[in-house]
């Protein structure tokens, strides 16, 4: 089995930062896109980032010139910059990964238990 494991949620006032990281542990050929989705109370969870194996990102409108995301593949780990931090990226952040298997030829989807974000003064 494979287990991501996200760390770095934290309180935050209006315009600082924060690094998530999440680290995927288990019996891993080899990852494919890493991700990272948020959901705020009330709301559907929405795509904030990902980034391909061969590092070609995504970025949700919202989240574009303020959030960069990488990754460690030697580590198999996933990280968010958040800058410039408002009230409205306030969610529980998930990290999400396509995750291929030793002894599999296809990828699994996983997710991590979440760590929350919240941005208030």
């Known amino acids: 089995q494979v287990q991501l494991v996200e760390s770095g949620g934290d309180l935050v006032q209006p315009g600082g930062s924060l690094r998530l990281s999440c680290a995927a542990s288990?019996?891993?050929?080899?990852?494919?896109?890493m991700g990272w989705y948020r959901q705020a109370p009330g709301k559907q969870r929405e795509l904030v980032a990902s980034?391909?194996?061969?590092?070609?990102?995504y970025y949700a409108d919202s989240v574009k010139g303020r959030f960069t995301i990488s990754r460690d593949n030697a580590k198999n780990t996933v990280y968010l910059q958040m800058n410039s931090l408002k009230p409205e990226d306030t969610a529980v952040y998930y990290c999400?990964?396509?995750?291929?298997?030793?002894?599999?030829?296809?990828?699994?989807?996983?997710w991590g238990q979440g760590t929350q974000v919240t941005v208030s003064s």
């Open positions: 999400n990964a396509d995750v291929v298997q030793v002894g599999l030829t296809w990828s699994y989807n996983f």
């Open positions: 980034l391909t194996s061969d590092g070609s990102p």
């Open positions: 288990g019996i891993i050929f080899r990852i494919d896109t």
